[in-house]
């Protein structure tokens, strides 16, 4: 089992930043990729940043620019710099990792961007 713990959520007037983490426990060994995804209300849960064990990177177009996907492999945790932040970002932001045909979720955080 893998577990998922988030921080870093919380409201930021626009043009502000926040930085998002994510650190993973449990059994960790061979996990291919981590990633952050969010979901507005009323909206499908969407990609926003993927990782991968080898350092490429991928980004939702709507975010390419203003946010960084990074990694910590000493800490096993995976950060995400949100920079510019408009109220359209407002969601609650899932981190994710997947090993093999596994996926794992951590509990979401909220991220508010206020006009």
């Known amino acids: 089992q893998v577990q998922l713990v988030e921080s870093g959520g919380g409201l930021v007037q626009s043009g502000g930043s926040l930085r998002l983490s994510c650190a993973a426990s449990g059994n960790i060994f061979n996990i291919n990729a981590m990633g952050w995804y969010r979901q507005a209300p009323g909206e499908q849960r969407e990609l926003v940043a993927t990782?991968?064990?080898?350092?490429?990177?991928n980004y939702a177009d709507s975010v390419k620019g203003r946010f960084t996907i990074s990694r910590d492999n000493a800490k096993n945790t995976v950060y995400l710099q949100m920079n510019s932040l408009a109220p359209e970002d407002t969601a609650v932001y899932y981190c994710n990792a997947k090993k093999y045909v596994y996926a794992y979720w951590g509990q979401g955080t909220q991220v508010t961007v206020s006009s």
């Open positions: 990782i991968t064990s080898g350092g490429s990177t």
